[in-house]
């Protein structure tokens, strides 16, 4: 007996990659991994966690922690975020705030909201794959998005025109993107906002690592940028999705939407239809935890994964072949290497892990196109200093190996 047949046919374009099924098999202890994506658990901060829960669950405040609550979130963790993001020069207050299960929650209703089929999203090439696979179900076309300002409104009009719909946002993550760890100047997100103005679309801006910058002045968010210009938030087309995944916890699912009201009054509406709210605990835990110490606990964070770039960057100075480039981020969890053309980086990955032991996520992952063949993401934050400089000592080898012959 077989479903398929009655599946709906949007189903048909979510389809599990081969790469991820191949990175499933990873969790070998002889195995250097570069692939994952996500915090070094031993950052947590557990003990706040602890004694937050403890509070929350505690005579007087459990009837509230484990009961249902409003579908825009725990008032007080809106409140602790509005005055984060007035930190960041954009004046808003908690209205303009929805929770969220995570910052992934937010770019699938986003896709929702958006995208009717045959709707073309702009996109990086590459970009962060767990957007596409959000967007994809929502059945659009992807354009490639280009941040220097190289092709008119026009063409991208045109272009979405031919493929039956129009360009509804544009997507991109602009502070040391995944997968590429590369952050865009102050012109680039103005060309990215001037594009949107002439397009007369929205402008989707992942923040996901923002508070991660181990180096360098930060560059204002396009959110911020796009305030600035019009001095109201009610009138800003871009969208602004925040996380704790990086900071805090992946696993308590807590991420944000900050955006004028009328996406937000939209976003409650699927968010009570989605899940109706994101874990009440879990949002007066965060709030708590936010609310004590977050400054001192990014500057820890900070500390911690730049020297595990400096050593990943330095390690590759010394063992990268000829011919091999790569990406130079000042903050966030990834490297991006781009090999010589004609090489393969999801067969490199196949011989890497039988012949070294390493592995690392094949570029063409990140590409709505399926190109990008000769790249490869490299994470840092996982990996301890040694295994860095172990595991980039054997992924010399295998380049060495693969360029030879
Ligand atoms: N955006 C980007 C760029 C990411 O890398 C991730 C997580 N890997 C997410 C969004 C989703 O994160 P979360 O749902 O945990 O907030």
Request: net charge negative.
């Amino acid at each position: 007996m077989s479903l398929d047949q009655f599946f709906a046919t949007r189903i048909s374009r979510m389809i599990a990659s081969e790469i991820r099924e191949l990175l499933k098999l990873l969790d070998q202890p002889d195995v250097i991994s570069f692939a994952g994506g996500i915090p070094d658990p031993a950052m947590f901060p557990a003990a706040a966690f602890r004694d937050a829960m403890t509070r929350a669950l505690s005579d007087g405040q459990q009837a509230q922690s484990l009961q249902y609550s409003t579908s825009e979130g725990y008032p007080p963790l809106r409140r602790w975020i509005a005055d984060h993001m007035r930190g960041l020069g954009i004046d808003c207050d908690e209205d303009n705030i929805q929770i969220t299960s995570g910052s992934q929650q937010a770019l699938d209703y986003l896709g929702k909201l958006f995208l009717s089929p045959c709707d073309t999203a702009l996109v990086g090439w590459p970009t962060y794959l767990g957007a596409l696979g959000a967007f994809n179900a929502y059945e659009p076309e992807f354009d490639r998005l280009d941040p220097n300002g190289n092709r008119s409104a026009n063409d991208f009009r045109a272009q979405a025109e031919a493929k039956g719909g129009r360009v509804k946002f544009a997507y991109l993550s602009p502070d040391f993107a995944n997968p590429t760890g590369v952050t865009l100047t102050r012109t680039e997100r103005e060309n990215i906002l001037q594009l949107a103005e002439d397009l007369d679309c929205a402008v989707i801006e992942d923040a996901a690592y923002q508070s991660l910058r181990y180096e360098g002045e930060p560059v204002p968010p396009i959110l911020a940028l796009e305030y600035a210009r019009k001095g109201d938030i009610e009138a800003c087309r871009t969208i602004y999705c925040g996380s704790f995944s990086k900071t805090l916890s992946p696993g308590l699912r807590v991420g944000w939407v900050c955006a004028a009201r009328s996406v937000i009054d939209r976003l409650v509406l699927l968010k009570q239809a989605g899940d109706l709210h994101t874990p009440t605990l879990n949002q007066v835990a965060i709030a708590e935890v936010a609310a004590n110490g977050f400054d001192d606990h990014i500057a820890a964070l900070c500390r911690h994964y730049s020297h595990r770039r400096d050593r990943m960057l330095a390690a590759l100075e010394r063992h990268m072949p000829p011919g091999v480039s790569w990406t130079r981020p000042e903050g966030g969890m990834f490297v991006w290497l781009t090999l010589p053309k004609g090489m393969d980086g999801a067969d490199l990955l196949q011989h890497a892990l039988k012949t070294e032991r390493v592995a690392f996520v094949p570029g063409a992952a990140f590409y709505a196109d399926g190109s990008g063949r000769n790249s490869m993401r490299l994470n840092f934050s996982s990996p301890d200093p040694m295994q860095i400089e172990e595991g980039i000592t054997r992924l010399g080898r295998v380049l060495r190996d693969c360029s030879t012959g």
